[in-house]
């Protein structure tokens, strides 16, 4: 167990999840929030978890990022949306030798934080965890929770498995999260959107959960077909996605129970979506390598369609 | 003026339409009629036009094919989607030297149709007429009204301007109906959907108008690939769209009134899509010619899903 000081930025469903369970495990957490600092100040977090329900009185909350200790982990759990907070955030938190670890979704989030605090301090984690948050400083953990963690070098060359990756990992671990460690962070990324891009797209731009996307013939095959769309982006980034993956995600999302996406509840709250990160960066990468991707270029333009004037509703 | 007994398959706001206008320009007409058929063989048809309202207090109407004399010119009036009804009802209205006329949208229908009555009795139209049924045998007029007519010949060989066109187009402009010659029947049905495909799908699929649709740059730039991808297929069908065309639809469509396209209105009404028609195909007669249009097949899943979970509702 190491004497890590570890800052949760966005004390959400996720950054509160995990920041909790961290301070329970006996670490030593900073939390940074928004709407909730004055009741988790007062009256500090509930977690409702299936793995065992739990409440920590007293946190160390800030509202402020100038007011928190430079920390060995700083944790982004923030949406990528407010990523435009990030070069304001990051320099004064993270220690001159510490990291910064992107729990976020989709691509590229890596290489902004590396032009931030340099390439040798950022790392990336893949969460697979359902979670709300039900009210001010009060979070419902449902299923899952397991990360994998990766390093980030410069152009995403793949570093293999680092001293740093195994003692935050056993962090998590004595805090009862499950730690996976990837040897290349951008194939897990793009591992991830071959769920993330159909269901959260499809999701939106069709109001449907997962169980009606794979009930019909049609967007099942539309599914199935961005998926190969991904890895065909994976390619283009030199990482190779088999036909085998794909068809154990079909496979689980059939399997899985009735889902809405978290791109779908953003929506329903009309809160900005995450198109950017998930969508257009892949598209963007893709093309950037001279590779086209048709099927996932009409998903990010209806999206952002829709993104743009569900805010204004 | 010919003496040319006129049939009318579907008296709804098109072919009560041009039936209405046929007859009070002083020709024989046969209205087939569904749920209207009493109303209508009682009061007959009104219609309220910006070209003049008038009223026909007494019109030909049937609810059986059966009951119907043959006819000379028959016309398929009501929507792709009743077309399996076709090979039932065809066969005894149209005259043995009689031709039918389809005044549908798509591609592809006039080769089902020949199938049933052969390919030298086929002729379609393609209508810019903008009306609307607002009560039992009551149509209103909005706008336009022209017809596009070509001859149908086996593979939409191309068969120029025949002595029938200019006799159907002598009769149409007698009862007031502008009528435009056209020596290539397919080449006009692709023109068509270069604006019906992006635009009835779209506005399906994201709930927007035409206005909408153009005033985003995302949705604007996706309306123009697809079109793009419409003109390719025209190109695998050995047609050739050019890229002023595609600049006047876009040009015409911006500068047009708000607009809730047709594919919208039957969406809203939750009757079926002409789905099959406007967008299946279109993209499978370019399959077969071994040319993909993924846009278009996005939109084709996307339409067929809505579609169905919509007449559940």
């Known amino acids: 167990m190491s004497n890590y000081k570890y800052a ?3 004390t959400g469903a996720l950054g509160g999840f995990y920041g909790a369970k961290l301070q329970k495990g006996g670490f030593d957490v900073h939390f940074l929030l928004r709407r909730d600092y004055e009741h ?9 978890s299936k793995d065992g329900d739990f409440t920590l ?16 982990v700083v944790i982004v759990a923030f949406k990528t949306t407010q990523n435009d907070l990030l070069p304001q955030m990051l320099p004064s938190v993270v220690k001159d030798d510490g990291v910064v670890l992107v729990l976020q979704n989709g691509l590229g989030i890596e290489e902004e934080v590396a032009n931030i605090v340099g390439s040798n301090r950022v790392m990336g ?10 009210g001010l400083g009060h979070i419902r953990h449902l299923d899952y929770g397991q990360i994998t963690l990766g390093e980030y070098a410069v152009d995403y060359y793949p570093v293999g498995i680092t001293q740093r990756m195994q003692q935050i990992q056993k962090d998590f671990e ?7 460690l990837a040897e290349d962070l951008l194939l897990g990324r793009w591992q991830k959107l071959v769920w993330n891009i159909p269901y959260n797209g499809l999701s939106v731009i069709l109001d449907a959960t997962t169980d009606e996307l794979m009930a019909d013939v049609h967007t099942r095959e539309l599914v199935e077909q961005l998926m190969y769309e991904v890895a065909l982006g994976a390619k283009s980034g ?12 079909l496979d689980y999302t059939v399997k899985m129970k009735p889902y809405r996406t978290s791109m779908k509840i953003d929506y329903d709250e009309h809160r900005p979506l995450e198109v950017e990160a998930i969508v257009g960066n892949p598209l963007r990468k893709a093309q950037a ?8 270029g009409c998903l990010y333009r209806q999206l952002k369609f829709l993104d743009g004037r569900n805010r204004w509703k």
Chains 1, 2 share one sequence.
């Open 57 to 72: 009185p007293k946190v160390k909350a800030y509202c402020d990022v100038a007011k928190m200790p430079k920390c060995d």
């Open 8 to 10: 949760i930025l966005g």
């Open 40 to 48: 988790v100040t007062k009256n500090g977090l509930i977690i409702d």
């Open 238 to 249: 030199g990482r190779i996605i088999s036909v085998g993956f794909i068809e154990m995600m």
């Open 174 to 180: 004595t805090a009862g999260v499950r730690i996976e």
């Open 125 to 134: 984690g893949l969460c697979f965890l359902c979670s709300n948050k039900v």
């Open 289 to 296: 390598a001279g590779v086209n991707l048709p099927l996932i």
